[in-house]
């Protein structure tokens, strides 16, 4: 496997235990009134911002891949952004149509929401580090009444 490949994988692997432990953080001791007003409001601020919000909380670790070489910089930088954007989209379709999100069993950040959790489902884009962790909480979840549409996926809001 060419080097930018696995420095891109690795990217984004660290993304998304970066989006574990930065959200399981803001419930202890990061950010934590933000955080809960977010819990407040029970809303998303649109895929762009949510974006930006992770690549300034995260952004340090993009620049890493470039000890080892230009091209694992490259890689590494690449595959940590493309995390970033997928757990925004993630955020964002979770807060509006919860159940489109096909890639997880149940929508680990709306049950996160909807049962007040403090302590469990830290997870965004993937439920696999509240697994490996023990945060995965499997509570009942109520799949909202509506019809399955795959256009709905395109109409969240992006800004
Ligand atoms: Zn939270
Ligand atoms: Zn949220």
Not at 1 to 20: D, K, N, Q, R
Not at 30 to 36: I, T
Not at 58 to 64: E, I, S
Not at 131 to 156: A, E, H, N
Request: net charge neutral; glycine share 10%; with cysteine.
């Amino acid at each position: 496997m060419p080097v930018w490949l696995t420095a891109c994988l690795i990217g984004f692997v660290v993304g998304s235990l970066a989006e574990y432990w930065g959200h399981r953080a803001m419930h202890t001791v990061l950010l934590k009134k933000k955080h809960a007003e977010h819990h407040r409001d029970n809303d998303g601020q649109g895929w762009f911002w949510e974006f930006v919000d992770y690549v300034v909380g995260a952004g340090f670790l993009l620049p890493v891949g470039f000890i080892h070489s230009w091209e694992a910089g490259w890689g590494f930088a690449a595959g940590g952004l493309s995390y970033a954007a997928f757990a925004a989209y993630s955020h964002q379709l979770q807060h509006e149509f919860p159940e489109l999100c096909f890639w997880m069993i149940r929508p680990c950040h709306a049950i996160h929401h909807d049962n007040h959790m403090w302590k469990t489902n830290f997870g965004i884009g993937i439920d696999v580090w509240d697994r490996v962790f023990g945060t995965y909480q499997k509570v009942p979840w109520q799949r909202p009444d509506r019809p399955f549409s795959l256009l709905r996926m395109f109409r969240i809001k992006w800004i």
